[in-house]
Structure formats: structure tokens, C-alpha cells
């Protein structure tokens, strides 16, 4: 089992900057890739950016130049840094982490934009 923490979030205004960070424990072995993922009310829950235990990232087109995802050498907290914020990135944020072959989510973090 592995459990997820998320911290960071709240409430900018854009052109702000917020930070997110997942830190995951228990059985933390295996853990490839870690991301992050966004569900605004009333659409599906999107992936935002993922970086694999060997430093692959990837993002979606829309935060790309304005999000940076990291992690640490142990695969036990990824940070999701998002500068230059948008009221279209108003949405609750997942972490998510996959280990062994199934996923793990976060609860959720709420990120609003206003304009």
C-alpha cells in the first residue's frame, strides 16, 4: 500500500505562482512514474505532468513553459511547480503515483485562479 500527502494549493490571482508537493509512504518500492493530475467541475480528471523514476517529463500542452514538475532521487515526493497561473487552471489537483502495477491517488488539493 502506498499512501499519498499532498500539501500546497489555495487561492491566486493569475500571473501567481502556487506549489504543490505529494509525499508518498508505506511500501514506496517501485514507484514509477509519479505525476500530477487536475479535474475541473464537470470535466474528467486530466494528467497535468509525470516524471518517470528515471527523470522523464512530460507535460500537457497548456502548462508547458509555466509547470515544473520534480521529484527526489527516492521516488518519495514530487513537486509540482506552477508559475504564471490562469483562471482555466482553476481545479482540485491529484497526485498520483503508480507502484508495482497499481495506481495510488492523492485526496486532492483545491488550486483557484481568480482573474
Known amino acids: 500500500q502506498v499512501y499519498l500527502t499532498e500539501s500546497g494549493g489555495g487561492k491566486v490571482q493569475a500571473g501567481g505562482s502556487l506549489r504543490l508537493s505529494c509525499a508518498a509512504s508505506?511500501?514506496?518500492?517501485?514507484?514509477?512514474?509519479m505525476g500530477w493530475y487536475r479535474q475541473a467541475p464537470g470535466t474528467q480528471r486530466d494528467l497535468v505532468a509525470s516524471?518517470?523514476?528515471?527523470?522523464?517529463?512530460d507535460y500537457i500542452d497548456s502548462v508547458k513553459g509555466r509547470f515544473t514538475i520534480s521529484k527526489d532521487n527516492a521516488n518519495s515526493v514530487v513537486v509540482l511547480q506552477m508559475n504564471n497561473l490562469k483562471p482555466e487552471d482553476t481545479a482540485v489537483y491529484y497526485c498520483?503515483?503508480?507502484?508495482?502495477?497499481?495506481?495510488?491517488w492523492g485526496v486532492g488539493t483545491q488550486v483557484t485562479v481568480s482573474s
Open positions: 498520483s503515483v503508480t507502484a508495482r502495477g497499481q495506481r495510488y
Open positions: 508505506g511500501n514506496i518500492f517501485g514507484i514509477n512514474p
Open positions: 516524471i518517470s523514476s528515471g527523470g522523464i517529463i
